[in-house]
């Protein structure tokens, strides 16, 4: 009976063993790629859209929805390859009585297993939530909200060519003055194709308070300073940006100032 | 037990050798369990294997019966090999290895009908007669957990029977029966040997052996310690002694000291023991009767072939397992 | 033992020995005749039939579905789903679990009981008796799924109702076809369950106990889940035996796609050929030193 188990267990440690010496060798082969996503994800989702449609009873047809869709794993610095729950695709489709945001595109969330399954979630203001009225007016499971769909790990790994653009957005609610009287901005740069550059220009409503450049990665963040001084009794701070590469923001963003 | 007009059906054999057993060698890691046997059974006979537990009749047995390869040797079985025959070996040969083992959760009909399967059948009537032989007949419907040692070891005897077999290899047959049993055992293999059966028996009781074989073959540690007829063993046996009881020890005494050829001993437990070769023994005796000294009980402390097996495979040879037919010429020295 | 008297026998002395040849279907007839004496087959094809009736009617019930499971969100109210929901449950562990008791016990149990003497001492090989208990294991693994299938098809049917079935790929499947394609993925799950059956058997011989033969195939399809859920080892997931039993994933995407489904078959082919091989040289080779 012991040497049962040992020998089990030996062929155990084995398989692990190989798995671990295939993991450094092979580098992280899969078949979840991201060209693979890029194709599946919008079929799922307009035969998806398709039912929601049918249930809120509208007519909608999948080709019609012109679905197509960019994914990134984890940012730019991982490669788009294999399972995961961090993958990220932006999708922007057709449809009269949903317009897309300015910057074209909805962002879906997807958690990928191994198995070539994927489960997609998107932006409620886009799809619904999870429940929605149908035509006799009672409450169903949204079948948009959340979505599983599965793809052929054989199909065709040519890339898409789908790029949309990083979304460059300002994300501090108030802002502090320092020591030095000055403050500074936190802003991001969302998933998308080569990431955001551009300039942001502060303004005081009527006093130009600099314009401060930015380039940053897609799914990464950072700091700008003023490059002025606060004058006193500032009470908000308006900013406006111009992308170079990237979308921005559709109007400026005013932050107030935090009272000392 | 059997009925007296109960034959086993009786086939010609075409070989005079019902087993062949050539050098055959058997090592279980360090342990040579089997050390260049060589046995020839000749068909029609009753063969004994003797020897002591772990002396390597039960591996032979095993090797006969394909259960285990043997390193080195033939086995020929009926002039077939495994290696040219197969199972086709065991055609005509059944038997049983130590104590039989059936399916406890099958009754034992249907553990016999299964193993008749195996067989590829049996001729009509027949399991209802060895039933009646073995005397099974009233339990056979009962689950094979239930029964006691006697009834398995009896549905083994009949499992072997339904082959219908020219070979029955009986491995330590009476081994766990009670008294009773054993009787009606030793029976049986009597009556099944005279009815022309070849009967390669093994035991290490040499009583059983002494009652019912024609040759017998000693083992001791894996090697060969003495092959022959049972009358050549009986006559290197040694003397083993008597015990005498009589109702005057004193005179048997002064009797025993006028018959130098006999030794007369008193024995802690205050018996006569009496040892000698027989004719001198017998005279000795005679001399008690003429000289009134009545005889109360004259016994053999054990069969002379026991006293000679005792000595064949007790002696312990510095030298390793050496060569055992020395060591019986030293001891009969 | 007592004398009996017996009435009179009249025999005739046959000239030689009958030759008799049993072939693979007797030895096949004893196998299954044992097993069919044995409370656990009956018991686990019973609860195959059995079992799926409650497990539908709770799941029917539940108000939150089960999200996690491929087909789990539609699985409360619609009975395609539910089958599918079932299906991928039984592929984690119960199939490996279900075939693993009759084909991890079918060699040991002989060295439990200690009649190996008694079986290969009779006129049939140990080829022959190898064959027998390998198809009776095998025969024995395609009822169970022919019963788990049909029996949870069945109820969910009948309990939750016939209604289009969403595919993995969002669309619409009508009833008709969605019966055809569940049937189907049942169907796919054979291959991978025979290649366990002769795991089971490989471990059965080698091992000599039951226990092992039962608990070990069961405890590798675990681990084989388990490292195929990993990422970025591509290579060594399309050799394990588990992952055939998704590869009926592709039956229900639009377009339907085959490809894991061949891949899967040669994979099982391969498991199975290796497996039962080495437990064959086993078996024959072995020395029965025990009983």
């Known amino acids: 009976m012991r040497r049962t188990i040992l020998v089990l267990v030996v062929a155990l440690a084995a398989i692990l063993g190989l798995g671990t010496a295939v993991i450094a060798v092979g580098g992280g082969a899969s078949n979840v790629t991201r060209a693979r996503l890029e194709k599946s994800l919008p079929t799922v989702f307009a035969n998806t859209y398709v039912n929601q449609a049918h249930i809120l009873g509208r007519h909608v047809t999948a080709r019609s929805l012109h679905a197509k869709a960019m994914c990134d794993k984890h940012g730019p610095d991982v490669a788009d390859v294999g399972p995961g729950g961090d993958w990220v695709c932006l999708m922007s489709w057709t449809d009269p009585q949903v317009p897309m945001p300015p910057e074209g595109y909805g962002k879906f969330e997807l958690n990928v297993h191994s198995n070539d399954c994927f489960t997609a979630g998107g932006p409620s203001k886009l799809t619904g939530f999870l429940t929605i009225t149908d035509t006799r007016g009672k409450e169903v499971t949204n079948p948009l909200f959340e979505f599983d769909g599965c793809f052929d790990p054989g199909a065709d790994n040519t890339p898409t060519g789908v790029f949309f653009p990083s979304l460059f957005a300002v994300t501090s609610t108030t802002l502090t003055r320092d020591a030095k009287g000055g403050t500074s901005l936190k802003v991001n740069c969302g998933t998308g194709a080569h990431g955001c550059a551009g300039t942001v220009v502060a303004s005081d409503g009527n006093v130009n308070l600099g314009s401060m450049p930015y380039r940053l990665k897609e799914e990464s963040t950072g700091t700008l300073r003023l490059p002025a001084r606060l004058p006193p009794g500032t009470k908000e701070v308006s900013f406006e940006v111009r992308p170079t590469t990237g979308a921005g923001p559709s109007g400026p963003a005013t932050i107030p100032v935090e009272r000392p | 037990m059997l009925p007296s007009c109960w034959v086993p059906t009786f086939r010609r054999m075409t070989n005079p050798l019902a087993v062949d057993v050539i050098g055959v060698t058997k090592s279980f890691g360090s342990i040579c369990a089997v050390d260049d046997i060589s046995v020839q059974v000749a068909a029609g006979e009753v063969y004994g294997v003797l020897g002591p537990n772990g002396a390597g009749k039960t591996t032979l047995l095993r090797m006969l019966f394909g259960l285990i390869r043997p390193d080195t040797g033939t086995i020929r079985v009926f002039d077939k090999t495994w290696d040219e025959a197969g199972v086709g070996v065991l055609e005509g040969v059944a038997g049983f290895i130590e104590s039989p083992k059936f399916y406890p959760y099958l009754t034992g009909r249907q553990n016999l009908e299964g ?27 009962r689950k094979v957990g239930g029964y006691s040692y006697g009834m398995r070891q009896r549905l083994g005897v009949a499992a072997s029977l339904l082959r219908e ?105 205050a018996a006569l023991v009496v040892t000698g070769p027989r004719t001198e023994v017998s005279a000795y005796v005679a001399a008690l009767v003429r000289a009134d000294v009545d005889l109360l009980g004259f016994t053999a402390t054990r069969t002379p072939l026991e006293a000679l097996f005792f000595m064949l495979t007790d002696t312990t040879s510095a030298n390793g397992s050496g060569r055992h037919t020395d060591r019986l010429q030293e001891a009969l020295r | 033992m007592t004398a009996t008297q017996a009435a009179p026998l009249t025999r005739e002395a046959p000239a030689q020995a009958p030759r008799r040849h049993p072939g693979l279907g007797a030895a096949l007839r004893f196998e299954v005749r044992k097993l069919r004496a044995q409370y656990r087959a009956w018991a686990v094809l019973l609860g195959a039939v059995l079992a799926p009736i409650p497990i539908v009617v709770i799941i029917h019930g539940q108000s939150r579905p089960p999200k996690d499971t491929l087909f789990g969100r539609f699985a409360t109210d619609n009975g395609f789903a539910l089958t599918l929901l079932v299906l991928g449950f039984a592929t984690q562990w119960l199939l490996p679990l279900l075939t693993a008791i009759v084909a991890g016990d079918v060699f040991a149990s002989e060295d439990q009981h200690g009649t190996w003497k008694t079986v290969l001492t009779r006129s049939t090989s140990r080829a022959r008796i190898f064959w027998a208990k390998t198809l009776t294991a095998g025969g024995f693994a395609v009822l169970l799924l022919v019963l788990l299938a049909a029996s949870t098809i069945v109820s969910s049917l009948l309990i939750v109702g016939s209604q289009p079935l969403i595919g993995l790929s969002g669309q619409t499947i009508a009833a008709g076809t969605a019966l055809k394609l569940v049937t189907a993925s049942w169907a796919s799950t054979l291959a991978p369950t025979l290649g366990f059956t002769c795991l089971a058997i490989l471990l059965s011989v080698w091992s000599r106990n039951p226990a092992v033969g039962i608990a070990a195939p069961v405890v590798l399809g675990m681990v084989m889940g388990l490292v195929g859920g990993l990422g970025g080892i591509e290579a060594i997931r399309s050799l394990l035996l588990t992952t055939p039993f998704e590869a009926w994933h592709g039956l229900l995407t639009q377009p339907r796609f085959t490809g894991p489904l061949v891949d899967g078959l040669l994979v099982c082919g391969a498991w199975s050929v290796l497996s039962l091989g080495a437990a064959f040289l086993m078996h024959r080779r072995r020395d029965i030193t025990g009983g």
């Open chain 2, 115 to 141: 193993l008749t399967l195996l067989d590829g059948g049996i001729r009509p009537g027949l399991l209802e007669e060895i039933l009646d032989v073995v005397d099974l007949a009233d339990r056979i419907d």
């Open chain 2, 165 to 269: 077999p020219m070979l029955l290899v009986l491995d330590e047959p009476a081994n766990g029966l009670d008294p009773a049993g054993i009787r009606d055992m030793r029976a049986l293999v009597k009556r099944l040997a005279g009815s022309g059966l070849t009967v390669l028996l093994s035991s290490h009781d040499m009583d059983e052996v002494e009652e019912i074989c024609d040759n017998v073959t000693i083992l001791d540690r894996g090697a060969v310690a003495f092959h022959g007829t049972i009358a050549e063993l009986r006559t290197m046996a040694p003397d083993p002694g008597h015990v005498l009881s009589t109702t005057d020890d004193e005179r048997a005494l002064v009797i025993g000291a006028h018959h130098p050829t006999v030794t007369v001993t008193r024995d802690p437990e």
